[in-house]
């Protein structure tokens, strides 16, 4: 049983472009979270996915915009990178109404 | 969400038990005590939770003070494969798919 999945696993933008981000959930899980972890810090928690639609959303610009498919897979986006914007991006899944969710591995975004 | 209170940094010699602290004074009746882990270039992983009483299980044991205000996570023999950062986190009760809010957590260091 596969767990969650990120790709890539780096990514080097320069500022001013975008970026997508991909997530496949664990096998069975239908809700998807974003979290963007800087250097030193804990994650924070960007928004949440459920049934194809934004559920919640943290303290982030709309720069960042996501998107989750029928297979619930997701992808995060974000526009007009800023140098502030390089971080470790971690997706999370769980089961609607439970409470323990599954982190990926991450994707490592540095912009320059 | 409540806040809660880690120690930066912590050490231990390995195949010794290991006790991480947290406070969170201001915890609330309906707030559970989670702990999760992250391990070096890997996502947070679950470790254990608990509301009132002390819980066991095969990674750690959890030890919650009567008074809720304060509890330690317990890592009974410490191996190299211990050494994380150890976050508390508060969740209320049926909160479902609410996002973890993460603080910088506890490093801790295993030494051979």
Redesign the interface.
Known sequence: DAGVTQSPTHLIKTRGQQVTLRCSPKSGHDTVSWYQQALGQGPQFIFQYYEEEERQRGNFPDRFSGHQFPNYSSELNVNALLLGDSALYLCASSLQGLDEQYFGPGTRLTVT | DAKTTQPNSMESNEEEPVHLPCNHSTISGTD?I?WYRQLP??????VI?GLTSNVNNRMASLAIAEDRKSSTLILHRATLRDAA?Y?CIL?RMN???????????TRLSVIA
């Open positions: 559970y989670h270039s890997q996502g947070p992983e679950y939770h950062v976050y969740r909160s479902g798919n609410t996002p973890l809010v993460f603080g910088k957590g």
